[in-house]
């Protein structure tokens, strides 16, 4: 079993502040994929990085694949209350996906 | 708008009871994937399929089973429900290539009393 760490588990923030969440893992994954769950839904697929130092850019997120394509970032400029969820990622292997411990952010209006 | 769906979004159940969860996807994907959520757990994979009546276990297999008889039709059975099975069950589906995305259906809540 490839083991990804999530940190921090749980976030409360304040709308408008800037926030980063980080997956780690001792494992080489051939891609790295965020998710966004909200209540009562399944996860989303927001973005997937493939090479090592990606950076890619949806809005006011801003994804990092890690150079050793063993971790990833997620930073939240401006946090909105619509981004509040829980936010997921997974290490892609071949046609396997493993699972983050997930962060549960929630952005206070 | 592509799909998967899970029929049961609610369910209790008493110890002993076997459970069906129905999972079906509109997408002609091949593989298909059951996970179990917890908190603080993430999701941990519990059977996956790539093909029909093809069947592989996942991280957690025990106490449950699976059938793939139709491309499109994934069932999670629980022989005998048992109360540390009270939890979230994803379904979700990929296409068999290297642009590997996962789409999930809505899930259900199983509880068992």
């Known amino acids: 079993t490839q083991l990804l760490e999530q940190s921090p588990q749980f976030l409360s923030i304040q709308e408008g502040e800037n926030l980063t969440v980080y997956c780690n893992s001792s494992s080489v994954f051939s891609s790295l994929q965020w998710y966004r769950q909200e209540p009562g839904e399944g996860p989303v697929l927001l973005v997937t990085?493939?090479?090592?130092?990606e950076v890619k850019k949806l809005k006011r997120l801003t994804f990092q694949f890690g150079d050793a394509r063993k971790d990833s970032s997620l930073h939240i400029t401006a946090a909105q209350p619509g981004d509040t969820g829980l936010y997921l990622c997974?290490?892609?292997?071949?046609?396997?996906?493993?699972f983050g411990t997930g962060t549960s952010l929630t952005v206070i209006p | 708008d592509v799909k998967v769906t899970q029929s049961s979004r609610y369910l209790v159940k008493r110890t002993g009871e076997k459970v069906f969860l129905e999972c079906v996807q509109d997408?002609?994907?091949?593989?298909m994937f059951w996970y179990r959520q917890d908190p603080g757990l993430g999701l941990r994979l519990i059977y996956f399929s790539y093909d029909v009546k093809m069947k592989e276990k996942g991280d957690i297999p025990e106490g449950y089973s699976v059938s793939r008889e139709k491309k499109e039709r994934f069932s999670l059975i629980l022989e005998s429900a048992s109360t540390n099975q009270t939890s979230m069950y994803l379904c979700?589906?990929?296409?068999?290539?290297?642009?590997?995305?996962?789409?999930f259906g809505a899930g259900s809540r199983l509880t068992v009393l």
């Open positions: 990085v493939v090479t090592g130092g």
């Open positions: 997974a290490g892609v292997l071949g046609n396997q996906f493993y």
């Open positions: 997408m002609d994907h091949e593989n």
């Open positions: 979700a589906s990929s296409f068999w290539s290297g642009a590997n995305v996962l789409t």
